[in-house]
């Protein structure tokens, strides 16, 4: 009887360790849904707009965080820079954001090298020797803001006035050799509907609830983060911080957002 025991336990399936209470959907099976279908005669109006999104706001936390990959989980400049070293995404110089000069992986690798030059001092005879060149990849947790250009549309056929990404552009503080701060460095540009199919594969930190958890291509269609405006387009073709500064480009920033509101507002009777 104990053998029998003994050969039924042994014909059981070993139960596999899971760190999840049931079956979740598969986000890399994922594809972003295309944009409807725009024809030109149907733009009623549009505009362009830059605008930044700062991920030291509480609001863009889910953006910046986890620091390092955690439950199946990456920041979002973290998935970006893995599509751009596995090929599936093109990186654009940021001389320009019209994505007109694609730049090569070992490009990419070498905008994101932070260089320090140590000297050096012969211990017994004091003789200056040969710098020492140090080489540090920067961490994705350095980019504390993205920079975005989109197109704010009124389709007349659907009646929806639609915000459309173009780009991103990550955004870190830059430092001189005395550790100053000297203002902030663009390393390059992606094309944001080339991006869409590898932002859906990966998810968002939803606060209020684990159970439903949004894709980064879910975040942005959705417009969950914070931005303030930073240029529209205009004749000049100049940015609000060559004509305004402080509590002014502030106050210029939120007069862009109210006058795209007003402008869907006035379009609808009540």
Sequence with gaps: LMLGLSLASLGQDVLIPKDYSYDKEYYPDRVAVPYPPLRKADVFWQTRIWRVIDLREKINHPLYYP????????????????GVYEGTLTAYDAENDEFKTPMTIEEVRARLVKVDTVQRFDPFTGEQLPDTIMKTEIDPSMVTMFRVKEDVIFDRQRSVLEYRILGMCPVRDQYDDNGEWVGYRTDFWIY???????????????????????????????????????????????????????????????????????????????
């Design 67 to 82: 620091v390092s990959p955690t439950n199946g989980r990456i920041s979002l400049m973290s998935v970006l820079l893995n």
């Design 192 to 270: 944001f509907p080339q991006a869409r199919n590898l932002l859906v594969k990966n998810e968002v930190y939803n606060r209020f609830n684990d159970g439903q958890r949004l894709t980064y291509d879910d975040w942005f269609f959705k417009r969950l983060f914070a931005s303030y405006v930073i240029k529209e387009s205009n004749v000049y073709d100049r940015y609000i911080v060559s004509y305004q500064t402080g509590l002014g480009a502030l106050l210029e920033s939120e007069r862009i957002e109210n006058e795209t509101f007003e402008f869907e507002h006035d379009l609808w009777e009540y």
